[in-house]
């Protein structure tokens, strides 16, 4: 859906019929109660906070939602004592989808080693486990997150070689060229929002409802905020 459209659509759930009462509504006010509302649904689907409450691979329609915002990336890191620690979370990361290793060992080279995640408050405790803790004979280790980087565990039988991150990156923003923003004050390029049509319409309802609320125009934030609702 194009940016142009985007707007008229805004506007027209915003006045009244046959009315220009919020046309005065400046567009980077626009932009910012979009960008906003397509995060909120972004995160909604992909921690099914939603109505359905289904998560982001949980039916179909959401992985069809979805998955181009999956991103693979290889990651670089140290490696200490216990574990190898990978480099800080890409710019354009969001969520955590998982991770895998490539381990090495002195027989034998190139292993890939199933990684589950554990909390880092636990992570001792998962570590000493005869079932839990990393084993390059079974090919499985586990890993945790703490400020924003990966540590993948190992033990003193084989180092992580390689590891591969698989995240949800951040949607980006539109912008309306020759919209003024406000935090650097010069005026913007034309982006379009990434999502498919259906799913615009419904991040259109969710920003009607942020505007709305602002100007606390009751009818339509209680209309918008029900069709973005019902419809997630």
């Known amino acids: 859906m194009t940016n142009n459209l985007v707007q008229i659509k805004i506007k027209e759930r915003l006045n009244k019929l046959s009315s220009m009462d919020y046309?005065?509504?400046e567009c980077w006010q626009i932009t910012e109660a979009f960008n906003k509302a397509q995060r909120e649904w972004f995160r909604r689907q992909v921690k099914g906070?939603?109505?359905?409450?289904?998560?982001?691979?949980?039916?179909?329609?959401?992985?069809?939602?979805?998955?181009?915002?999956?991103?693979s990336k290889d990651v670089k890191g140290k490696s200490e004592t216990r574990y190898f620690e990978?480099?800080?979370?890409?710019?354009?990361?969001?969520?955590?989808?998982?991770?895998?290793?490539?381990?090495?060992?002195?027989?034998?080279?190139?292993?890939?080693?199933?990684?589950?995640?554990?909390?880092e408050a636990n992570a001792d405790i998962i570590y000493g486990d005869n079932y839990k803790g990393p084993s390059f004979?079974?090919?499985?280790?586990?890993?945790t997150i703490s400020n924003n980087k990966i540590k993948i565990y190992k033990t003193d039988d084989f180092v992580i070689k390689e590891a591969n991150l698989m995240y949800y990156r951040k949607p980006a923003d539109i912008a309306?060229?020759?919209?003024?923003?406000?935090?650097?004050?010069?005026?913007?390029?034309?982006?379009?929002?990434e999502f498919k049509d259906d799913v615009v319409e419904l991040i259109i309802?969710?920003?009607?409802?942020?505007?709305?609320?602002?100007?606390?125009?009751?009818n339509q934030f209680t209309r918008a905020a029900q069709n973005a609702q019902k419809s997630n």
Not at 64 to 70: A, H, R, S, W, Y
Not at 137 to 143: I, L, M, N, R, Y
Not at 183 to 190: E, F, K, P, R, V
Not at 205 to 218: K, M, P, T
Request: glycine content about 8%; hydrophobic content about 35%.
């Open 23 to 25: 046309d005065n509504i």
């Open 49 to 71: 906070i939603n109505m359905m409450k289904q998560g982001s691979e949980q039916t179909l329609s959401l992985i069809d939602d979805l998955q181009k915002f999956i991103k």
């Open 86 to 119: 990978a480099d800080s979370f890409p710019t354009d990361y969001m969520y955590f989808v998982r991770v895998t290793a490539i381990a090495d060992s002195s027989k034998c080279k190139g292993r890939f080693m199933t990684v589950y995640m554990g909390e």
């Open 137 to 143: 004979e079974w090919g499985e280790t586990f890993a």
């Open 176 to 193: 309306f060229d020759g919209c003024v923003n406000p935090s650097t004050g010069q005026l913007t390029l034309n982006t379009e929002c």
């Open 205 to 218: 309802d969710e920003a009607v409802s942020i505007l709305a609320g602002d100007i606390e125009s009751f």
